[in-house]
């Protein structure tokens, strides 16, 4: 008896303790839930500042000067997402190891190289006065913010350390992290390229880096001429040098979403009302909380500004002003040069046209939580910082727009006051951003596309505009001065298309331009075309537009590039049917013929062209990766469907791969191999469906090390309809981080969804309220909703 008395008064005690410590977790998560209703008074604002969120926590702010509306908005931020903040800031400036110790030491160590604390401070000291103002209040606004949680947000409890004050030069290294999502930060594209031009046989060069043919879909000019000419060293010698190898690559081909942004418009000729009208779906990383932030607010003269904000920056990225709306996709222009220098043999000097000159040595610190710092030295050349060397030896500096002041400011800010198309353009032309493909329509029915982001003026290359590789778009010498940038572009030779006579403007990250528009923004690594030639056949199939066509077309998930292949694999197993295979051609007949979650031909077919193309051109990358340390094959393998289907539709007999006796018994292993990968834990054919392999991961950074922490941060885990080369751009972590449509001056007819929702805090009324209506593609309102919370930010 007394034996069970003392289990079940330890019983008792362990649960008395777990009680206590649940009411404890509980406290301070709800004591770092954000103010959302009352009085706060605050000497940083001039006038009273009015603060209304709907049921779904987006905010409309009214006060009565700019800087007491990026107070509001910067207040807003850090109580809703002061922890998503602080790792933009952090990782652009390689300061990880502050949050997480050890294990972000060897990234930001390499971050450093590029010094971006310091670049965002000089970029900061350039603003113009009235920016200032603006970075001022909103910096203060943070700050606030901060102080007036109760507790610090769960994230820096978990880590165990407080949050750093915002400074000013921290928006600005939120605008540099966007550079890192969107532009390669160690070029590995041009890198790559130089190690396959050095090591194949320029025929397979020419064969493997064709930029355009049968999927181009340009806004401006004509398809590139696919290279047709079928090289000469036989496929299978390549698999024959990869045994050999000193080194074992590890790639194998998968399709990736390299790049995945819409947008598109249309004049005001072809709507009912005879605005313009605007859609934008930003295609990123999916994570808890989204990356932007909703907001509206209202302009000293009365104009509304609605749209999508980007947390630790005082402005809206992309929405309407009610005089003009716009939107955004990464241009993948180039904005970047890789320099090979000539040193001498100790590497301390490189040659210049002024002869050899001494490399400066910059020591970056790294805080390390818990450790002592580590010191990184960073060689700076005339042209950037080195960043490290070739396959031959050589060291590599690099040339990049974000290491100029010219590239990072906030002239984004002042599309809230434009009025037409064409004074968009000058602001766009002005704004230290990644270049983004600007889609812009006014009010009055105009429509227009350009850069939106510093365009470098470049001189002594050859431009290599035929859809080669050549010129700035491989790694060259600069020591002689004849080639390198001669600053930026002027807004007047911007490259731009103004009112096009069908009224349509399209982009998706594939090239949009050629000739000489091309010339300025010239070739990087361009997505593969398909997606923007979906949309633009999309745009053609319709003669007038509502906002609700504009949300069919982001939710297009039409297997349009995928039926050659399905074709290709039916006719395949129908020739050689066998009992065998009489699962797979029941999945091919009923595959519905798009991206369906329910769909198992979907994913057969899929996953048969990977393993076609990995056993193909990824032999290739595998012999080139084997022979060199600075190949990234998933950065140079986007255009790889041309040469691939070139050689399985004409089956040169010299390129039969290894081990077989034809193309149609390579293919036939192919689908068994297919087969056999998809039935490896059990089940029928017919069961393993799309959206098995498709199934949403939206989670919280630290959920993955924390796994409790997932069951109160993540979104459920849900089959998602779409894939890479449709409208609808779908991954299990990666997608349309929002789709809106709109028309300037009928915000109220437009809509807007995005992916969890507006706070970063999972006990908030509206932690993932509005995750729904973008799961089911539900056109939910444009416009903040009915008032549900009441905030006044008054002076002291």
């Known amino acids: 008896m007394a034996f069970s008395h003392i289990i079940k008064r330890s019983l008792i005690s362990i649960a008395f303790i777990l009680l206590l410590a649940s009411a404890y977790i509980y406290y301070q998560l709800t004591a770092s839930l954000p103010v959302l209703e009352g009085t706060l008074s605050f000497e940083q604002v001039s006038a009273p500042v009015s603060i209304e969120r709907d049921q779904q926590g987006i905010p409309t702010i009214s006060a009565q000067t700019r800087e007491d509306t990026a107070f509001a908005l910067g207040f807003l931020h850090a109580q809703e997402r002061l922890f998503q903040m602080d790792l933009l800031r952090k990782n652009s400036a390689g300061e990880l190891s502050e949050l997480f110790g050890e294990l972000a030491v060897q990234f930001d160590s390499k971050m450093r190289i590029h010094q971006f604390r310091k670049r965002a401070q000089l970029a900061v000291e350039h603003l113009p006065p009235n920016h200032k103002q603006v970075l001022q209040a909103y910096t203060q606004g943070v700050n606030v913010g901060i102080a007036q949680l109760a507790a610090t947000p769960f994230e820096y409890q978990i880590l165990n350390v407080d949050p750093a004050p915002w400074h000013h030069e921290d928006s600005a290294l939120v605008l540099l992290s966007m550079y890192i999502d969107l532009q390669p930060q160690w070029s590995e594209s041009e890198r790559s390229l130089a190690v396959m031009k050095d090591l194949l046989p320029a025929d397979w060069f020419a064969f493997l880096t064709s930029q355009g043919g049968y999927w181009d879909a340009p806004l401006q000019g004509e398809a590139f001429v696919e290279n047709t000419i079928i090289p000469q060293k036989p496929l299978a010698s390549f698999s024959d040098e990869n045994e050999k190898g000193d080194q074992v690559s590890d790639y194998q081909f998968f399709d990736q979403i390299h790049y995945g942004s819409n947008n598109w418009s249309v004049s005001g000729a072809l709507t009912a009302h005879g605005a313009g009208m605007v859609a934008d779906d930003m295609h ?299 699962d797979v051609v029941d999945v091919l007949n009923h595959w519905q013929g798009r991206a369906s979650a329910t769909s198992a031909g979907y994913l057969f077919v899929k996953r048969f062209r990977e393993n076609v193309v990995d056993q193909t051109a990824g032999s290739i990358y595998r012999s080139v990766e084997n022979n060199s340390n600075e190949f990234w094959p998933s950065a140079i393998d986007n255009f790889v469907e041309y040469p691939v289907w070139q050689l399985v539709t004409e089956q040169p007999v010299q390129h039969i791969p290894k081990g077989f006796e034809s193309w149609d018994d390579f293919l036939l292993a192919m689908v068994e191999t297919t087969k056999s990968k998809l039935l490896e834990n059990g089940g029928k054919l017919a069961e393993q469906t799309w959206g098995d392999a498709n199934t949403l991961a939206i989670k919280h950074p630290l959920s993955k090390a924390i796994p409790l922490l997932g069951w109160l941060t993540d979104m459920p885990a849900q089959p998602m309809n779409g894939d890479t080369y449709m409208p609808r751009v779908q991954k299990s972590n990666s997608g349309a981080s929002q789709r809106f449509a709109v028309s300037p001056g009928h915000e109220e007819d437009g809509y807007f969804h995005m992916a969890t929702g507006q706070s970063g805090h999972p006990l908030s009324p509206y932690f993932d309220v509005g995750h729904s209506d973008w799961v089911e593609g539900v056109a939910s309102p444009f416009l903040p909703g009915k008032t549900k919370w009441a905030l006044t930010l008054q002076p002291k």
């Open 284 to 582: 990123l990383k999916l994570r808890v909380p989204n990356i932007w932030y909703r907001a509206s607010w209202y302009l000293q003269d009365g104009r509304r500004i609605t749209g999508a904000s980007l947390p630790g920056t005082p402005a809206i990225v992309v929405g309407s002003n009610e005089h003009i709306a716009w939107g955004f996709t990464n241009s993948q222009g180039d904005y970047h040069d890789v320099i090979v220098l000539k040193t001498n043999e100790e590497q301390t000097q490189y040659l210049t046209k002024d002869g050899l000159q001494d490399f400066q040595v910059e020591t970056e610190v790294v805080q390390v939580k818990g450790q002592e710092p580590v010191n990184v030295d960073v060689k700076l050349t005339q042209w950037g910082p080195v960043i490290g060397e070739n396959q031959k030896g050589e060291l590599l500096a690099m040339r990049w727009v974000t290491h100029d002041i010219e590239g990072v400011n906030f002239r984004l800010m002042d599309l809230e006051q434009v009025n037409n198309v064409d004074e968009s353009l000058i602001v766009a032309a002005q704004s230290g951003v990644p270049g983004q493909n600007f889609n812009v329509v006014d009010k009055e029915g105009n429509q227009a596309w350009t850069i939106m982001g510093r365009i470098p003026k470049r001189f002594g290359f050859d431009t290599g505009m035929g859809g080669d590789y050549s010129g700035s778009q491989l790694p060259q010498d600069w020591s002689k001065g004849d080639k390198g940038w001669a600053g930026y572009l002027d807004a007047k030779d911007y490259p731009k298309v103004v009112n096009p006579k069908d009224g349509r403007i399209w982009t998706a990250n594939a090239r949009i331009v050629s000739d000489e528009l091309l010339k300025k923004v010239g070739i990087n690594n361009y997505a593969l075309g398909p997606r923007q030639k979906q949309i633009r056949d999309d745009m053609y199939a319709l003669e007038t537009f509502k906002e609700q066509d504009f949300l069919d077309i982001q939710l297009d998930d039409r297997a349009v590039f995928l039926t050659r292949w399905h074709d290709l694999l039916l006719n395949l197993v129908t020739k050689y049917h066998t009992e065998n295979n009489a």
